[in-house]
């Protein structure tokens, strides 16, 4: 059975309201540097200035660990296009592989460990859209549920 990550939609109880509706919470977009999640959370990763085209020569580490030792993180990009490696690239690590990723192929699915770092790179000006991914922390997956992000 191969396991297919869904985005997950978060809401919460409007406080109050009459006919006891819910609301959308859009998801945190995180900066660069270290981020902790909980179980079910979910996060935006981006590209610096995202959705603005990519002007300068920057860099960016996110380093993603979810509080439950025995949770997977999910990926899910619903924009991922980088111009070829040598301009720029994301580079997802576990601690253990990584990948260096650039052009149009999303990395989608599900990471095997709690544990992700992230370090986007680009060296100047390009015409490239950048990246936009959602990140989620998922109770643990099993081997059959697992799928490799890229």
């Known amino acids: 059975m191969k396991y297919m990550l869904t985005l997950l939609v978060v809401t919460v109880t409007v406080m109050g309201a009459i006919d006891n ?14 981020h902790t999640m ?3 959370d979910v996060v935006l990763v981006q590209s610096p200035d995202y959705p603005a085209r990519l002007t300068n020569k920057s860099s ?4 993603i660990v979810c509080q439950s030792p025995s949770a997977n993180l999910g990926v ?4 991922f296009k980088l111009e070829d ?3 720029e690239r994301l580079i997802i690590s576990d601690g253990t592989t990584s990948s260096t990723l650039c052009g149009n192929v999303k990395p989608n699915g599900v990471f095997p460990t709690n544990e992700m770092k ?9 015409d490239s859209t950048g990246y936009n ?6 109770r643990e997956q099993t081997n059959d549920q697992l799928q490799q992000v890229v």
Do not use: H, M, R, Y
């Open 118 to 126: 992230l370090e986007f790179i680009t060296k100047g000006e390009n």
């Open 21 to 34: 509706t819910t609301a959308p919470v859009d998801p945190v977009i995180l900066p660069c540097g270290p």
């Open 76 to 79: 899910n990009c619903e924009v």
């Open 38 to 40: 909980k179980l079910g």
């Open 85 to 87: 490696c040598d301009n």
């Open 60 to 63: 960016c580490q996110q380093n």
């Open 133 to 138: 991914c959602s990140i989620t922390c998922l």
